[in-house]
């Protein structure tokens, strides 16, 4: 059974940095490309940028574009979002997921096995 679990989510203020991590286990990811996504309340949830298999590749959506960085670690079978710069709207909570369809979407649909998600709240 896959699963992954988010860690990391807090409670920030407006200007600041925070790490997010996603462990993946029950079975290995490290050819597998990753994202993350984020919800915020009343809103659909919304990619946030997927992380090639080797990790050396990645992409975003504008919104965080130059203030968040997504990272791979192939030995530990985690991936890392670190959010800089953060700002009240990006309060929400922060899923992540494997990509099971082609590289380059921000499709929900094409991500799968989500984990339970780590809340991010940015106060002003």
């Known amino acids: 059974q896959v699963q992954l679990v988010e860690s990391g989510g807090s409670l920030v203020q407006a200007g600041g940095s925070l790490r997010l991590s996603c462990a993946a286990s029950g079975r290995t990811f490290s050819n597998n490309a990753m994202g993350w996504f984020r919800q915020a309340p009343g809103k659909e949830r919304e990619f946030v940028v997927a992380i090639s298999g080797s990790g050396r590749n990645t992409y975003y959506a504008d919104s965080v574009k130059g203030r968040f960085t997504g990272s791979k670690d192939r030995a530990k079978n985690t991936v890392y979002l670190q959010m800089n710069s953060l700002k009240p709207e990006d309060t929400a909570v922060y899923y992540c997921?494997?990509?099971?369809?082609?590289?380059?979407?921000?499709?929900?649909?094409?991500?799968?096995?989500w984990g339970q998600g780590t809340q991010v709240t940015v106060s002003s």
């Open positions: 997921a494997v990509l099971y369809g082609s590289w380059g979407s921000q499709l929900e649909a094409d991500f799968g096995s």
